[in-house]
Structure formats: C-alpha cells, structure tokens
C-alpha cells in the first residue's frame, strides 16, 4: 500500500511523516540522526499494521527549529508526544531506530501507559558524555555554533551524486536504501542540489546524559522490548550489552546486517517484529 504524506502542527512547527493503513495496533515509527520517515519504506511492505513515519524536526520535510535555538534529543519526545495526540493514539507500538530508538526509550520511560510494545533496531537508549567531559564537551559545541555560519551546504550537480554520497555515510548503507532517504532529503538549489537537513544537527550535543541517567530511563521501560541489532552494525560490537541487563522484559534478535539493517533486510526484521508483536498482543 501507497504511503500517505501527514503533517502535524506542533509548538509552532509543521512536522512532516508517511502513513500506511492496516489492521492491528498502530505503530509510530522513529528515524535516526540524519534520516527521515523514507526509512521506514522497506518495513511498510511486509506488514499489515498501521504505521506513521515521523520526520523529525530538522529532518527530511519537517521544519526545521528557530533559528537561535538550542535544542536536545528530550527536545524530540515533547514532539513525539504531541503527534500521539493529534493522531488520537492512547495506546501504541514504539519503534525506533538508532537515535529514534534513544528517543523511542525516552518516551516510553516518561510515559509509560502510553506504549504497548517497544521495538528498538540498532540502539538501546541515546549516546552519553561522561560526567568529567561535560565541561569541556559544551566548549566543543560552543566553538562549533559560532563556526557555523562560515559552514555551506554541499551541492551536487546530479541526484546521482549525493546517493553516492550517502551511501558512504554513518554505518554503511546501499545504494537502493540510500536512494530512499536521499529521494525526501534533498532539495533543489543553484547549481544542483543539497540536503534539506539543518546544518545543526551536526553540531556536536552542548548537554547529553551521563549513563547514570539512561541507566535511569531504561530501567523505568515497562513495555516488553525486542532489540533488533545487526551483526555487522553498533549491536554488532556488544555496545548495548551492558544497558540489555537494565530491562525486565527483552527479546534480542541478531541478523545479519549493518546499522540500516531495517532497509536492507526488511524481510528478516519484519519477521522479527512480527513474532514479538503476535507473542506481546495482550
């Protein structure tokens, strides 16, 4: 079935994201750092169940944040939790994947009551700064803010060019997969074309969390969890071992795969999925 563009008119922005009818619980679904809802394309096909895509803010055709403004990750769940409520969803499936499943676990620690199933790919709560580095990890995105406006865009003269591009990207990615995501995100300009995503998200982070305070928010996860991870991706090399011990209730599935495991293995993750979902219905 044909995705469906929706827009949600959150705290003064327009957020964009695909739709897919189906059957069953609803799933809303969480992109990672310099994705967009296109991510979630693959996965669409194999399944039945109702699904929103979000582009998060900054991200593919959603708005970007004032300018001037400081954002953080916890900045995304306020945003994901006004989507659940324009969409009239008391009661979901959560899934995220790499920085959408840290924000995913985020939300799903806060609000409790508000996530049935919690389906995470390639990442276990967000990346943390260790209490001594705080300090000097704020200059660090002090320095880069005010470097910024000598920064531009890159402009690739063919379409082509920017797929070839990201496919070189963080963790690998096909050349198909990559088409997808660089299909909503990119934009004409002189010359060519660029990337629609604001230039701070690559910013480095002015405040995160220690591992205290994930450690925090991942033990207060009520839902069941199914961690999927890729044997050649981040849960490849036991990253998220250590934070598996802080949930009560998780399934882990390894397969093979990179970091976008989710786009280029929709089958085997939609499997996955599949059998947690039917085995956590009640």
């Not at 996965?43 to 109702?50: E, G, K, M, V, Y």
């Not at 400081?70 to 008391?90: I, K």
Request: include cysteine; hydrophobic fraction near 45%; glycine fraction near 10%.
């Amino acid at each position: 079935m044909a995705a469906k563009e929706k827009k949600f008119h959150v705290f003064g922005q327009t957020l964009a994201a695909l739709s897919w009818d189906g059957q069953g619980e609803p799933v809303l679904a969480l992109h990672g750092w310099l994705d967009n809802a296109a991510s979630f394309m693959p996965l669409a096909t194999q399944w039945q169940r109702p699904m929103v895509a979000l582009d998060f803010s900054g991200h593919g055709h959603s708005d970007h944040r004032p300018d001037g403004v400081v954002t953080h990750l916890v900045d995304h769940v306020r945003d994901v939790l006004a989507v659940a409520d324009q969409l009239g969803w008391q009661r979901f499936t959560l899934v995220g994947h790499s920085m959408g499943a840290g924000i995913a676990c985020l939300f799903a620690a806060a609000l409790p009551e508000r996530v049935s199933r919690l389906v995470l790919i390639e990442g276990l709560g967000p990346p943390t700064t260790a209490a001594e580095d705080v300090a000097k990890t704020l200059r660090k995105a002090l320095d880069d803010m005010m470097a910024l406006a000598d920064k531009r865009k890159p402009v690739y003269t063919e379409i082509a060019d920017a797929v070839e591009a990201r496919t070189r990207g963080f963790g690998g990615l096909s050349r198909d997969a990559s088409a997808l995501l660089s299909e909503r995100g990119l934009m004409p300009v002189d010359g060519g074309w660029t990337w629609r995503a604001d230039s701070r998200l690559r910013l480095t982070s002015s405040l995160r969390l220690t591992e205290e305070q994930v450690e925090g928010f991942v033990r207060a996860i009520q839902a069941p969890v199914c961690l999927i991870l890729g044997e050649q991706g981040m849960g490849g090399n036991g990253m998220f071992d250590h934070r598996l011990e802080w949930l009560s209730n998780a399934t882990v599935v390894r397969l093979p795969g990179r970091h976008h495991l989710h786009m280029e293995a929709p089958k085997e993750v939609a499997h996955a999925m599949n059998v947690f979902l039917d085995n956590n219905n009640g």
